[in-house]
């Protein structure tokens, strides 16, 4: 059964700081990975996919790596803001489309 | 483009009731759609497959009689919570898979909460 732990489970930086959340996944049987903005009350925002070929995705701000042998993904967030407070949840999903979640990591950014 | 919608996006009521909770895929078709539900500060829990035309596939611990999934179409999938009960308030949220083109991928909907009195 596919496990995903994220750590830490929240986390505090001063704003234009730079930082960094992990994801680690069990099996390594995955077809790609997904990473997740959740604000409070809300539904989830897909920040960034990398598929189980890739390395790394970019969007703006963020990177995320993917090194699925070791079972591990990292999320860099440079220049932080106070916007970016929330929670992010790494997802894992099968071929099959199933997705199992980490617990996410709250970050709050402050000013 | 890849757009899914729930509605409703909140509902309360009373124990005992049925409720009934739509996902639609609005911009493409998708065979198949999964239904999560996250409790207050917990993670996204898989609940179910919904796969157009035949029966949903629950996840072990999910009781099939109380959560009734039909995706009677390729745009449509609903989940109706049957005889709620307060232990049944959550945050369900569904997504969809395309049946063509980026089939690696769901897209999710905005999720809906629901509150059992």
């Known amino acids: 059964k596919q496990e995903v732990t994220q750590i830490p489970a929240a986390l505090s930086v001063p704003e234009g700081e730079n930082l960094v959340l992990n994801c680690s996944f069990t099996?390594?049987?995955?077809?790609?990975l997904q990473w997740f903005r959740q604000d409070p009350g809300k539904g989830l925002t897909s920040l960034l996919l990398?598929?189980?070929?890739?390395r790394e995705q970019t969007s703006g701000r963020l990177n995320a790596s993917l090194d699925k042998s070791s079972g591990r993904s990292t999320l860099y967030i440079a220049a932080s803001q106070p916007g970016d407070s929330a929670t992010y949840l790494c997802?894992?999903?099968?071929?099959?489309?199933?997705?199992?979640f980490g617990d996410g990591t709250t970050l709050t950014v402050k000013p | 483009g890849a757009v899914v919608s729930q509605h409703p996006s909140w509902v309360i009521c009373k124990s005992g009731t049925s409720v009934k909770i739509e996902c639609r895929s609005l911009?493409?078709?998708?065979?198949?759609m999964f239904w999560y539900r996250q409790f207050p500060k917990q993670s996204l829990m898989l609940m179910a497959t919904?796969?157009?035309?035949?029966?949903?596939?629950?996840e072990q611990g999910v009781e099939k009689d109380k959560f009734l999934i039909n995706h009677a179409s390729l745009t449509l999938s609903t989940l109706t919570v049957t005889s709620a009960h307060p232990e049944d308030s959550s945050f369900y949220i569904c997504?969809?898979?395309?049946?063509?083109?980026?089939?690696?991928?769901?897209?999710f909907g905005p999720g809906t909460r629901l509150l059992v009195l």
């Open positions: 997504s969809a898979r395309p049946s063509v083109g980026r089939a690696e991928t769901q897209y």
């Open positions: 099996d390594s049987a995955i077809y790609n």
């Open positions: 990398i598929q189980s070929s890739q």
């Open positions: 997802a894992v999903s099968t071929n099959a489309g199933k997705s199992t």
């Open positions: 911009d493409f078709q998708a065979t198949t």
């Open positions: 919904s796969n157009e035309g035949s029966k949903a596939t629950y």
